[in-house]
């Protein structure tokens, strides 16, 4: 009889148990962070200087998975945004890059750009933006639908392409306009700024930081993780002789883009963060029945990091202050909305890859390729072997388009050109593989860096031939960097979950940024977004 008992209790236990997690309530705000240009390793190279409740708080408190990667080429800022937020890849999703050219109008277009709408606040020349050229749904998206649209999303970032993809086709989605300072949005959201946006404008925050001088926030000493701050890699400010500390904002803010050099600099990262305190106001973000999504990309890093690089002290100082700015976001979602009221996941757009002067000077092989050459070498070519004519429509992103309207006229097989001048161009130095559009469409890569090509591969405007380059080459010049191959350097970016939900822990488990989306719909419990192909991260809910 009393085992009867303590089994029924037992039964009683697990059931309530299994009752309160079904109806435990949703986190009253989801925060999405993307930080552009983020190695994983900028969790720990800087970490000594960290302190114990930015970074190391997310990562002692959260979960992270250590191995996590893009899982396409090329890794550029538009489609990685687009890719953490579709749970897909530019395959599924569209947005092939940052610009792309299209052929049916023999021109680039950009990723977020849309000559149907206009600016709202801001200026004519940076309002043409929406998410049109976004072809799924976001996790944004589907939390709208899944509310009937009664959760509210607000994306946010300094870029267009930062604030207008993360915030999906039903969010709202404010950018920086660098050309008076101000947040704007376009008439794809709102016909007038919204009071809060107009308030939050009214008040300059950029005059006040570009009215200041970037200098370590620590003593230079600290400094332990980057090379020397006076070199030869790194490309200085206009007006500057050296790229070295300090750094008078309000002298060289003229010379290098005005209201847009902040970009520049870690206060791009305080701008943006102050913008997202409004918003979590203005809009009363996380205060209704429903969860409501806060986006916000930093794109700062990425700017520094182009001109600085990797080493640089000038990048290490920019995580040394965005850890003490999460710190002071993190006690500010604390207060808001209890410790376990909030949902964060954080990720990268991409990496980055060292400065290859740099790495020729350690002895390791690296090269700028100059693309300009190549493509003149190959009009030459083409010219001689199939005859006069303009063979090269475009070469852009490391695609080269042919002319096939040419080829039919002139009577010659576009597939054996595709083929012959893959060849070619595997005469150069620092192109590794050339891949034919024909081989992206009928043959299954399922390893390697083939198959990255093939997930960033689009059959309606990808070019005819797609180009690797070696490990550490890259397409720019002699001082600063890029990013956008297929390599560990570009690939390896924070996938880390924090908050409501979520346990501590790490795995070292292969994941890719399209599992974020597919994780975030299986915690909330609503659908997937409609092109995800990612698989949600499994450790998350062992």
Known sequence: MKKNILLGTLFSLISLSILAQETTPKPKLIVGIVVDQMR??????????????????????????KNGHYNYIPTYTGPGHASVYTGTT???????????????????????????????????MSGEISPRNLLTTTITDELRFASNKRSKVVAVAIKDRGASLPGGHLGDAYWYDSNNGEFMTSTYYYEELPKWVKNFNAKKQVEKYLSQTWEPLLPMGKYINSIDDNNDFEAPFIGK???TFPYDLAKLKEDNGGYGMIAATPFGNSLTLDFAYAAIEGENLGKGEESDFLAV??????????????TSKELEDNYIR??????????????????????????????VADIATYM????????????????????????????????????????????????????????????????FLLRFNGIKEVYTAHAMRNTNFALDRPHLLQMGYNHKASGDLLMILEPAWLTGG???????????????????????????????????????????????????????TGQPIRELFD
């Open 40 to 65: 994983q390793e900028y969790f720990y190279k800087f970490s000594e200087n960290y302190s114990e409740g930015g970074f190391k708080r997310l990562l002692r408190d959260g979960f992270e998975m």
């Open 90 to 124: 530019p395959a599924t999703h569209g947005i092939i890059g940052n610009n792309w050219y299209v052929r049916s109008l023999n021109k680039s277009i950009y990723c977020a750009e849309d000559s149907t709408v206009t600016n709202v606040g801001g200026t004519p």
């Open 241 to 243: 002789d050296s790229p």
């Open 297 to 310: 990309s930093f794109s700062s890093p990425d700017y520094i990091g182009h001109r600085f690089g990797p």
């Open 322 to 351: 965005l850890d003490r700015e999460m710190e002071k976001f993190l006690n500010f979602l604390d207060e808001t909305y209890g410790e376990d009221n909030y949902l964060i996941f954080l990720s990268a757009d991409h990496g």
């Open 360 to 423: 020729q000077s350690e002895n390791v092989p690296a090269g700028n390729l100059n693309v300009g050459y190549i493509l003149g070498q190959l009009r030459g070519y083409t010219s001689q072997v199939y005859g006069e004519g303009d063979w090269i429509l475009n070469g852009s992103n490391d695609q080269i388009f042919l002319n096939h309207r040419l080829a039919r006229d002139k009577g010659v097989n576009i597939l054996d050109m595709q083929n012959d001048l893959a060849n």
């Open 478 to 532: 002699a001082r600063g960097t890029s990013h956008g191959t297929g390599f560990t350097y570009d690939t390896h970016v924070p996938i880390l979950f924090y908050g409501w939900g979520v346990k501590s822990g790490s795995s070292t488990r292969y994941a890719t940024v399209t599992d974020i989306a597919p994780t975030v719909s299986m915690l909330l419990n609503i659908r997937l977004p409609n092109g995800a």
